[in-house]
């Protein structure tokens, strides 16, 4: 589990720091204030800059170029190219740009940008840069990814297809990122059928049951039967226990499809990383308390670390009575307070979460 993690010259930072990191990280702060290039920047550094991740997270911020012809709506058509200057401070490459993210015990993941090897018969400003990502220590079975850069400083998606990640001897450990529009359809349906008859598939139950007391299963429609939208509330059944009817999950609410996203996330990023943007998006207040209380237990029993943001305070007032009623260990549950121009969050543990909360103190 991560303790600290240092950025530098990452997206708005030129240097930021996250100290005393817990099971449970809530990051708060202004708009524009940097929290979901956090979150971004530990996930890839968690992935090891897996370059299929950096690819969604870029695709998911529109920062690629992008030939007419080939364009496919929503996506990077066969011949985009990653627009990668926005991934460094002051959104410009050159020569020496460089951008890392550094943990607790040194690990250090550094993208940069670099010449090719010296040839005296090309002048520097005709070469094509290169963009090199390495780690340090260096991991074995994991070479360095030296990738050409287009004319235009891209990074074509041909090259991150052709270089998807081996995991050798050093796996990559599990990350996922929730975005605040949720998990798409086919990305639940796809993380629900690697837990189906496993015992991670009751979790999912107990979890829905836990939030709705009536929820008894759930289940995928088939396949051949569904016709959906990217980011519709559909693909599901639930068996209500009350009156043993199979309703479909769009019938739930906002908060039930927000709940079942989070549940296969959490479940699915087993001994790894969960990482959720606007947390509160769809829930009421009143749900707020089930949903922290559903993410901690889960968290310590599959030795996963979250981190989330929020701009709500029902959102982490709620947090705040999970750390009351809660035996929180050392390592427990924190609220990180980003400002703008300052090099480190500030940090609330348990004790003055929960004292923020009775005093009605702002946090945000």
């Known amino acids: 589990m991560l303790k600290s993690v240092k950025i530098e010259n990452f997206r708005g930072f030129k240097s930021f720091e996250l100290q005393q990191l817990g099971r449970i990280n809530l990051l708060v702060g202004e708009n524009n204030s940097g929290k979901t290039s956090i979150l971004e920047a530990i996930q890839l550094f968690c992935s090891r800059c897996n370059l299929e991740i950096l690819r969604e997270t870029m695709n998911n911020r529109s920062e690629y170029f992008y030939d007419d012809e080939l364009r496919r709506e929503g996506e990077i058509g066969r011949d985009g190219e990653l627009d990668i200057r926005h991934l460094f401070y002051g959104h410009e490459i050159e020569p020496g740009s460089q951008l890392s993210i550094i943990d607790n015990n040194q690990n250090n993941l550094t993208l940069s940008i670099e010449l090719p090897p010296s040839d005296e018969k090309i002048p520097d400003q005709l070469k094509e840069l290169q963009f090199r990502v390495s780690w340090i220590p260096e991991l074995e079975d994991e070479p360095l990814i030296i990738l050409p850069l287009s004319s235009n400083g891209g990074l074509p998606a041909f090259y991150i297809r052709k270089s998807r990640t081996k995991n050798g001897k050093n796996p990559i450990l599990k990350t996922l990122f929730i975005t605040s529009s949720s998990l798409k359809t086919d990305q639940m349906i796809e993380l629900f059928n ?150 480190k969050s500030i940090v609330f543990n348990e004790a003055q979460i929960v004292i923020a909360a009775e005093r009605e103190l702002e946090v945000r």
Not at 197 to 206: A, G, S, V, W
Not at 247 to 265: C, E, F, H, T, Y
Request: net charge neutral; with cysteine; aromatic share 8%.
């Open 194 to 343: 690697q837990v189906v008859l496993t015992p991670d598939e009751k979790i999912i139950e107990q979890i829905l049951n836990k939030i709705d007391s009536k929820i008894q299963r759930i289940a995928t429609v088939n396949p051949q039967r569904l016709r959906y939208s990217p980011y519709s509330r559909s693909g599901f059944l639930v068996l209500l226990g009350d009156s043993n009817q199979r309703v479909p999950i769009g019938s739930m609410g906002d908060g039930i499809w927000r709940i079942l996203g989070l549940a296969l996330a959490i479940v699915s990023a087993k001994d790894g990383y969960l990482f959720v943007d606007e947390i509160d998006t769809g829930l009421h207040f009143t749900a707020m308390s089930d949903m922290w209380k559903m993410i901690w237990d889960t968290a310590k029993k599959l030795n996963v670390q979250v981190f989330a943001t929020t701009h709500n305070s029902d959102c982490w007032k709620s947090l705040a009575e999970i750390a009351q009623q809660e035996n929180v260990t050392a390592d427990g549950i924190r609220i990180h307070r980003i400002e703008k121009g300052k090099e």
